[in-house]
């Protein structure tokens, strides 16, 4: 009979730990942080309503795309890079850039801020966002970054330099050419 009790208390001892160890998870995920957390769907093209800041930019970006023989087009396919919170929650649009001699495409993200302060600010953010160990692990090794701003509008390129994709480095250096730099901490 005292084998029998031993079972017994032993499965009470494992459930009630197993009881335990739900209610922390549970505390756990009811946790109130600081503002609300930002999260969209990578599917969305675009967030928010742009004005004519974002369609100005997207004239910029078609100009220097020219000189190389390039243009950009509505996506295709979804895509949203990774993002700081002050870029996931500003309105964006995506640019898709075809570049058919080697038969894939390259994507420019151009999000717009109330003004050029604002934008600053969240441009600053990205950068070290995706300089710092959780935004960098969310990139391939050796991405390079692109951040430029517009006025209250700020772009983003991201490409693999090594990936040979062959007109990565000529899209990155006319992007360059635009706005202001918003520098990358190595």
Do not use: K, W
Not at 55 to 81: C, H, K, M, N
């Amino acid at each position: 009979m005292r084998a029998h009790d031993a079972q017994g208390h032993g499965g009470m001892v494992g459930a009630i730990m197993a009881l335990a160890a739900t209610a922390l998870l549970l505390v756990g995920c009811a946790t109130v942080r600081d503002g609300p957390i930002v999260t969209f769907p990578p599917s969305t093209f675009g967030s928010g309503a742009v004005t004519d800041a974002s369609t100005a930019a997207q004239r910029e970006v078609d100009r220097a795309l020219g000189t190389i023989g390039l243009f950009s087009v509505v996506p295709r396919v979804p895509y949203r890079p990774a993002e700081a919170p002050r870029f996931a929650a500003a309105p964006r649009t995506v640019l898709e850039v075809s570049v058919p001699d080697v038969g894939a495409s390259e994507h420019i993200s151009i999000y717009e801020f109330p003004d050029a302060q604002t934008a600053a600010v969240a441009a600053r953010e990205q950068a070290a966002y995706v300089a710092s160990p959780v935004g960098r692990v969310q990139f391939p090794t050796g991405t390079d970054f692109t951040i430029r701003q517009l006025g209250s509008t700020i772009l983003l390129y991201t490409f693999l330099p090594q990936a040979g994709l062959g007109r990565s480095n000529e899209i990155a250096e006319v992007l360059r050419g635009l706005g202001t730099v918003i520098e990358v901490p190595r």
